[in-house]
């Protein structure tokens, strides 16, 4: 009979809790996945006296979750803190130093502190393994280390921050502002202690970064992501893209190129009947493309107890059925320097201005596009509002450089109000 793996859970809010849960309401069944028991020795929080729902007096309570990650009775320590450093991070590598393994769900620290972490587990013959720091419920690490390992993958997408989805997809439906519904989210309580990690897209560029480097055999580098948030986005960009067959999605894409590795989070607009186009709400998408398998959509919870502790429950089980895959799908110190590539991948984009009511206008406009080697696909200009005319056009595939030269140029201009929104279409 194999001994019992024993967890040290640190961190004891909505994933800790359906963590517990889990392991209380499946112990047989998890039991005979496994081939052992699955048991919690102790457990640490901010809090010991909060009434989270479910029993924790049977587990031993430690203040310090770096004294929890060192205990002898702890094979697997659970980090569900959070936070790129601090405790997470002293408690993680103390896990390791002491030899044990480490399930997460801290993308923010593996974004980060991945490689580092990665490399001192794998000195020490640990595991790090973190499901349910990307997409919550939806097993995409598992995917890409495990089901598409035979693949050259080609390219990764995900709309992985429900917040922003919901955000997206409430002002269409509703024709809120952006400012409006981002209240309501706040309210329903999905937005992250810090809004600027979800509306930023940090949380999902953290997520991208980390599919990227098992994807791509790279070391995760988020600082090479190219960043842009959500809060920009206006009710009227959001009505225009679906009247052009688009909606506009906080969308995560990593692709080799030519020029190296490409890395961006950003809105853009997606064909509506596409199957991002199509989701709704706090879900989440992943897609997945390989050169032998083609395109895999995966689509579920990103987030919540249930999908998340179902996630690091996946962990845990592997785990304890002996399955030891690199923190990022091949030996850290075989992953390769990351050259980064901005936006190398040409494309066409959504163009929103305001153009000033006057003879020439239009015709400065296209000049600007002409002269930085744009082609204008199509184009409307609505009636005017006061002293200036709404303006969008879609143009042809084009560099992102050429691209930002235009912008440049147009808020130089006389006849342009401020900087064009300016958004990339995303064919798929
Ligand atoms: N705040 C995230 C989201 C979940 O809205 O999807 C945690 O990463």
């Not at 094979?75 to 130093?97: C, H, N, Q, R, W």
């Amino acid at each position: 009979m194999t001994a019992p793996l024993r967890l040290g859970i640190a961190g004891l809010g909505t994933v800790g809790t359906g963590v517990i849960k889990i392991v209380r309401r499946h112990r047989d069944m998890l039991e005979a996945r496994a081939g052992r028991e699955i048991v919690i020795s102790a457990v640490s929080a901010r809090s010991k006296g909060k009434d989270r729902g479910v029993p924790i007096s049977g587990y031993d309570w430690v203040d310090d979750p770096v004294a929890l990650a060192r205990r002898d009775d702890v094979d697997v320590f659970v980090e569900l803190m959070g936070g790129t450093d601090g405790p997470a991070k002293a408690a993680s590598e103390a896990a390791i130093a002491a030899g044990k393994d480490v399930v997460t769900a801290n993308k923010a620290m593996l974004a980060v502190h991945g490689h580092e972490l990665a490399l001192a587990a794998e000195k020490q013959n640990r595991v790090i393994r973190f499901e349910a720091a990307v997409a919550g419920g939806i097993p995409v690490v598992k995917a890409l280390t495990e089901g598409l390992t035979g693949n050259d993958m080609t390219r990764v997408m995900g709309v992985m921050n429900g917040t922003c989805n919901y955000i997206l997809t409430r002002m269409e439906s509703s024709g809120l502002s952006y400012a409006e519904v981002f209240e309501e989210a706040n309210k329903l309580g999905y937005l992250e202690a810090d809004p600027t990690l979800d509306v930023g897209g940090i949380d999902a560029g953290h997520k991208l970064a980390l599919l990227a480097a098992i994807a791509f055999g790279t070391r995760v580098s988020f600082d090479a992501m190219e960043l842009e948030g959500i809060e920009q986005v206006t009710i009227e960009d959001i009505r225009q893209a679906a009247d052009m067959g688009y909606r506009i999605k906080l969308l995560g894409v990593a692709q080799k190129t030519g020029r190296g590795l490409e890395q961006r989070m950003s809105p853009c607009l997606v064909p509506s009947g596409s199957p991002l186009g199509q989701l709704e709400n706090a879900t989440n998408m992943a897609v997945l493309e390989g050169d032998a398998v083609g395109q895999i959509v995966l689509r579920g919870a990103g987030a919540g107890e249930g999908p998340t502790a179902s996630a690091v429950m996946a962990d845990i089980v592997d785990i304890a059925r002996g399955i030891r895959v690199p923190t990022f799908g091949r030996p850290a110190d075989q992953l390769d320097e990351p050259v980064a590539a901005h936006s190398a991948t040409p494309a066409p984009y959504y163009l929103r201005m305001a153009l000033e009511d006057k003879p020439g206008a239009l015709a400065k406009v296209a000049t600007i596009l002409g002269a930085s080697g744009i082609s204008i696909n199509r184009m409307r200009q609505y009636s005017h509002q006061e002293t200036t005319a709404p303006v969008l056009i879609v143009t042809h595939k084009t560099q992102r450089e050429a691209m930002e030269h235009a912008l440049d140029a147009f808020e130089r201009t006389d006849v342009v109000a401020g900087r064009p929104v300016a958004l990339r279409i995303e064919n798929l």
